[in-house]
């Protein structure tokens, strides 16, 4: 799974025209309560606001953005595959 966490300025929903989010902590909530939890493998967005998680077993992931690492409104995260789907 990856993608980019961004901020949406034109609030269009295109990664494009939005600006990518250094730092942000992107998690898969594997247990679908919606915040991030112990276990929870994580990963930090990189200078342009990537992530990508490696070695998934095949099947379905809520990929998750913990707010508290963003610091500014509700980032939209911008799938380069399909959320959710590995292998």
Same mark, same amino acid.
């Given at each position: 799974?990856?993608? /980019? %966490? !961004?901020? *949406?300025?034109?609030? $269009? @929903?295109?990664?494009? #025209? =939005? ?5 942000? /902590? %992107? !998690?898969? *909530?594997?247990?679908? $309560? @919606?915040?991030?939890? #112990? =276990? ?14 490696? @070695? ?32």
């Amino acid at each position: 799974i990856q993608g /980019v %966490v !961004y901020d *949406d300025q034109l609030s $269009n @929903g295109d990664p494009a #025209a =939005g600006v990518g989010i250094p730092g942000a /902590v %992107v !998690y898969l *909530d594997t247990n679908g $309560n @919606g915040q991030r939890d #112990a =276990g929870e493998p994580a990963t930090p967005t990189d200078p342009s606001g990537g992530y990508a998680f490696h @070695g998934l077993a095949a099947g379905s992931y809520a990929a998750r953005v913990d707010l508290s690492s963003v610091g500014r409104g509700t980032p939209a995260p911008a799938y380069v595959v399909p959320a959710g789907t590995a292998g």
